[in-house]
Every structure is written in structure tokens, then in C-alpha cells.
DNA sequence: CTCAGTGCAAAGGATTTGCATGCCG
DNA sequence: CGGCATGCAAATCCTTTGCACTGAG
């Protein structure tokens, strides 16, 4: 699901930061770890539960560097927290499913048709507003399947 | 750019509010009358601008009533602030664009080649994964004709 | 040594809530 | 009168920031 190699991935990182003179630390490693490992965005909280060494300012701060590095997405759903995920171009272009019920986000994969479809509409909106398109996002709402099967709510 | 005309509109909020044993007093109007005429989301610092007599905690609180009775969305988009429109089937479904620059946020409607091809694409998602699918929400991100001319930002 | 990184505690800021008062039916 | 509505002020809660300390080169 990646489009970058692990290995590439931690150097691609060390990159992206050294040209901001920022180093790629144990604890900064352990946050990518954890984005990666998880493979859809996280909150804060989330994060920390992964690695209870990992102090919330910190990570708060590095995340912040981060995504001023173009190393991870910060992405806002709903009221509660922001999510937390690695940049599309370390990974790949994808979408989001949200659950309205525990908040759970899953990442999804649009078809290239779809994908090619919606190219081609947001140009047209982009070119008729004399808007700079840089991106889209696009986002599945609903309930998931542990939430229905449930018949409640959890996590 | 409504699928419901100004008189049903009230008539149809008015009928929301009341099955929750909610009164459509003036202020409450008047946050619909603001969410109407603006066309798009707007944030409760520039709703409060439109009506200098509303109060923010009334505002708010309002707000959260009408979300909680379908009469309006509220929406994530920036850590700065939520926005706040008027409920899709009180208006008509749309999509969002949104300028990184100054914040603003634009409705824009798709064209129905690429809604049907959306819910083709969506239905095959949430089939696979037993997602049960409530809504799908499509954002245009990138700078605004104004904040390219203007070389910097403005709202 | 120098400068970036870390973590604790305090601050910040949008949003929510408590409470006393106002108002409609 | 009874119950919802309102607005001020205080409280909340996620997130950010100040500051002193630690660590890598």
C-alpha cells in the first residue's frame, strides 16, 4: 500500500527534514513508525497509546514540523481531535471512510476511473472560478461494519 | 441554488424545530436567513458580523440545536474554526472548494456524470467492507482567484 | 561548545455550560 | 404560571507555547 519502500521511506524523511535542519530522532522515528504501521490516520491520543514513552507535547510539535516538512497530512473531521497521517506522496493518492458512529477513519482507494472522472470535473469547476487547484479529498460517510454489527458504538 | 423556496424553507424549519419542541424565534431565523444569503459555509465569527445583535454563546448553542435537528451541517475543514450551512435537503447536495490561503469556502455542484459515477465507485467501497454508506463529501483544495491576484491573502 | 530536541507546566483559543432572567403560549 | 430562549461569565478541552534541561556532533 505504500508507494515508498520502508527503507526509502525513513531516508526520503531524513531528507525532508535535514533540509529544514531538523533531525530524524528516535522519537521522531517512533511517530512515523506508528503513522505507517497503521496505515489510516490516527489522532494524538491514539499515537501516544502506541508508544507511551512518547510525550504528547513533543509529539504534537514534531507532527506540527512534520507536516510543515510535507512528512505527514494533519486532516479534520470531526470535533473531537485532528487526525494524523503520512504524506500522500510517501504513501499513495487515497480517500477516506469515516465512521459518524466511533470516529474510526479507514483509508480507501478510488478506482482510476473515478479517479480519472474526478480530474476531469475539478478541473472544469477550477478553470470556470479561476481557482488553483493543488488537491482534492473526498470522503465516505457512514457506519462501519463493527458499529452495526454492534448495534453501538465502539472504537 | 435552493430545492426548497424561501417560505417552504421556514415552513420546513419551523416543522424540525418544533417535532424537538424547538421554538423559530427571531435570532434563530435570523442565523437562517444569514446561512441562506451567504450561499456557502461560514464560520460563527463571520455569521456574528452579519448580525451584530447575536449573541455567541446563543449563537452556538443554536447552531448545535439545528445541527442536532438536521436544519444545519456543521463542518471541519481548518483547526481554526467549524463552518455552518444549511442542511443539504433543505438546499441541494453540493461539494466544497476550498482556498488554503484565506480560508474561504465555496459551494460548487458537480456535474450528475461524476455524482453517478461517485456512487458507483462508493457503493462498491462500502460493499467490500460492510460500511454502511450515509454520504459522500468532495472537496476542491487550492488558492482562490483572489489570493492569487492579490499575491497574498484576504478573505 | 552549539544548537536542536524533549517534557513539564502554563497559556491560548474555539466552543460549551451554568445560571439567572426574559419571553411566549 | 410553565418551559423554552437568551446572554453573560466561567468552565472545558484540544492544542500550543515558555522554559530549563538533555543530547548529538
Redesign the interface.
Same mark, same amino acid.
Given at each position: 500500500m505504500a508507494a515508498t519502500a520502508p527503507d526509502d521511506l525513513h531516508d526520503e524523511i531524513t531528507r525532508r527534514l535535514a533540509d529544514r535542519n531538523l533531525r530524524y530522532t528516535r522519537s521522531r522515528r517512533a511517530l512515523v513508525e506508528i503513522l505507517a504501521s497503521a496505515g489510516r490516520p490516527l489522532t494524538l491520543p491514539q499515537v501516544l497509546d502506541s508508544d507511551r514513552t512518547l510525550a504528547q507535547s513533543s509529539a504534537y510539535r514534531n507532527l506540527a514540523e512534520f507536516t510543515d516538512a510535507g512528512v505527514t497530512n494533519?486532516i =479534520?473531521?470531526? #470535533?473531537e481531535h485532528?487526525y494524523f497521517e503520512l504524506a500522500e506522496d510517501l504513501t499513495s493518492h487515497h480517500h477516506h471512510?469515516v465512521?459518524?458512529s466511533c470516529g474510526r477513519i479507514?483509508d =480507501?482507494t478510488?478506482?482510476s476511473? $473515478?479517479e480519472s #472522472? $474526478?480530474h476531469r470535473?475539478?478541473r472544469?469547476?477550477?478553470n470556470s472560478?479561476? =481557482?488553483?487547484?493543488?488537491?482534492?479529498? $473526498?470522503?465516505?460517510?457512514?457506519?462501519?461494519?463493527n458499529c452495526?454489527t454492534g448495534i453501538g458504538d465502539s472504537a
Open positions: 494533519r =479534520f473531521i470531526d #470535533e485532528s471512510v465512521c459518524n479507514d =480507501f478510488a478506482s476511473s $473515478l #472522472e $474526478l470535473a475539478l472544469t469547476v477550477s472560478t479561476g =481557482f488553483a487547484l493543488t488537491g482534492h479529498r $473526498l470522503d465516505l460517510v457512514g457506519r462501519c461494519g452495526i
